[in-house]
């Protein structure tokens, strides 16, 4: 799922939110072995590409995006977040 913030029909924030299953891997995991104490991926999202424009840093842009990066992991009854 990719989560946007739109500004006056303008896209300023992005956030993307990955959901594998235990057979798939994360982005992650291109870089790192998964760690034992992580819980299995079925219990996990991923946020990456996560970006907003510049001209909107240092507003709460940012902590809405996350919030809404939240709320979607919340409803997929997933309790983690990578």
């Keep these: 799922r990719i989560i ?3 500004h006056k029909g303008v896209v300023v924030a992005s956030g993307r939110v990955t959901f594998c299953d235990s057979h798939e891997k994360f982005e992650l995991e291109n870089y790192i072995d998964w760690p034992e104490e992580f819980p299995e991926r079925t219990q996990c999202v991923e946020v990456t590409r996560t970006c907003t424009h510049p001209d909107f ?3 709460d842009l940012l902590t809405s995006l996350l919030r809404e990066l939240a ?3 919340i409803t997929s009854d997933r309790s983690h977040i990578v």
């Design 4 to 6: 946007i913030g739109v």
């Design 57 to 59: 840093r240092g507003t």
């Design 71 to 73: 709320l979607t992991t």
